[in-house]
């Protein structure tokens, strides 16, 4: 059975295109010109990921992310203008999983969309495998490919964390609280710091760079073999 996408969007070409290239693709996808109808969509049809815009009449993109949340953890990514970087951020904690820029690429935004469709991370209460990382959390140990690293506790809980949110943005401030505490949600410094140390030690093992910066946003970790 296809998957299905809702698109909220105020802008009718956007959504015209976007249902065209999604249906190409084997989407069945619905649309919504009003934030409104999109919730009402939302809790009627349970669509499998939801693409918004972030800045609507009536209703922003940051409070259709809290509306979808209190609901499921649907995937949804995020429409923005370049201009919009605080209101991304604000979506991002608000439970918004990526977002796109306008205007964007078609490809890079199916790639999105295949990526937030695929099963999450295979994992049980204390085991994640995902990629070619296999970490063992009750044992404080990670294999990469089959090559022991070895981390401090703090770079542990913060790859850890990263990796139950592959391929998702997550943002300075939700990766503090989340690792240090909300004591530390202002203190970015901390996070600076523990994901080069985190890096180094990943990418003098294998040599591949698993940890991307979003800029002025925060962070996303792609494991080898996540994509294909």
Excluded at 73 to 102: F, M, N
Excluded at 109 to 130: D, M
């Amino acid at each position: 059975m296809a998957n299905r996408i809702l698109v909220i969007d105020d802008e009718v070409q956007i959504t015209r295109v976007l249902r065209a290239a999604l249906s190409a693709k084997g989407f069945d996808v619905r649309t919504a010109s009003e934030p409104e109808e999109g919730i009402r969509l939302f809790r009627e049809w349970n669509p499998d990921l939801v693409i918004t815009d972030l800045m609507m009449p009536g209703m922003t993109g940051v409070e259709i992310c809290r509306a979808i949340r209190s609901v499921r953890a649907t995937p949804v990514i995020v429409l923005s203008v370049r201009e919009h970087e605080r209101s991304k951020v604000e979506a991002l904690d608000a439970g918004a999983d990526d977002y796109v820029t306008k205007p964007f690429s078609m490809p890079e935004l199916l790639a999105r969309v295949r990526a937030h469709l695929r099963r999450a991370p295979e994992s049980t209460a204390n085991a994640i495998s995902i990629g070619d990382f296999n970490i063992d959390i009750g044992a404080h140990s990670i294999l990469i490919a089959d090559n022991s690293i070895h981390l401090t506790p703090k770079e542990f809980d913060l790859l850890v964390h990263l990796a139950k949110h592959a391929g998702k943005v997550l943002t300075h401030r939700s990766l503090l609280t989340s690792v240090w505490g909300s004591q530390s949600a202002h203190q970015p410094e901390y996070l600076r710091v523990f994901v080069a140390q985190l890096r180094k030690k990943l990418e003098a093992e294998t040599g591949k760079q698993y940890i991307q910066t979003e800029p002025w946003v925060g962070y996303r970790f792609i494991p080898e073999g996540w994509r294909d």
